[in-house]
């Protein structure tokens, strides 16, 4: 199937600071691609979609100047966590669309963020 | 509104059968979906229906009923690997998934 990468896995800053978190689709060109959020036992949120060379969709909650998306190729989708506060540690999953027989979304690793 | 039902949590035995429930009210339809989702981990795909019946693959098979918004993932000769969430999606009329919350499989020797 087709591979999707997630950078970093895991991160811990401190308070205030921003984390940048990278997607990547390996082995296909991703014409959407998707960034969700998990808290512990809870099921996928997501957050915003996006669409190579267009600005994201984000989902009715999520602040946009908070959550940065940007999606300048087919490949490659960046999701910046702007002035982190502990209430952003999360588990964030992106996903991308595009590379596969039944339209379905391939999942990154996931990346684990803890803010202190 | 739209809304996608499973169980929360099931229980079952290795080596026996489970049939995990979804059903779901969405405006429109393209697409079930069926993930697998290990404790700390992304989801993985396991199926895709869009016309009534039975997809078989492996020990996994999923079935999905359009008239009655209704779908189930049956796993057989259950492992001990099996253990974990299990999440119900469908595409609606713009391609959106709306994810169920899971159901989270406990196996037990």
């Known amino acids: 199937g087709a591979v999707v990468s997630q950078h970093p896995s895991r991160v811990i800053c401190k308070s205030g600071t921003s984390v940048k978190i990278e997607c990547r689709s390996l082995d296909f060109q991703a014409t959407t691609m998707f960034w969700y959020r998990q808290f512990p036992k809870q099921s996928l949120m997501l957050m915003a979609t996006?669409?190579?060379?267009?600005?994201?969709?984000?989902e009715q909650g999520v602040e946009k100047d908070k959550f940065l998306i940007n999606h300048a190729s087919l490949t490659l989708s960046t999701l910046t966590v702007t002035s982190a506060h502990p209430e952003d540690s999360s588990f964030y999953i992106c996903?991308?669309?595009?590379?596969?027989?039944?339209?379905?979304?391939?999942f990154g690793p996931g990346t684990r963020l803890t803010v202190l | 509104g739209q809304n996608i039902d499973q169980p929360t949590e099931m229980t079952a035995t290795e080596g026996a059968i489970v049939q995990i429930n979804c059903t779901y009210q969405t405006s429109g339809f393209n697409g079930l979906f069926w993930y697998q989702q290990h404790a700390g981990e992304a989801p993985t795909f396991l199926s895709y229906n869009v016309l009534d019946g039975l997809e078989e693959k492996g020990r996994f098979s999923s079935f999905l009923s359009r008239s009655k918004g209704y779908s189930y993932l049956l796993l057989k000769e259950l492992q001990m690997k099996d253990s974990a969430s299990y999440l119900c999606a469908v595409a609606d009329s713009n391609y959106q998934l709306i994810w169920g919350a899971g159901t989270k499989l406990i196996i037990k020797p």
């Open positions: 996006s669409n190579e060379g267009s600005k994201a969709t984000y």
């Open positions: 996903s991308a669309r595009g590379g596969g027989d039944y339209n379905e979304q391939f």
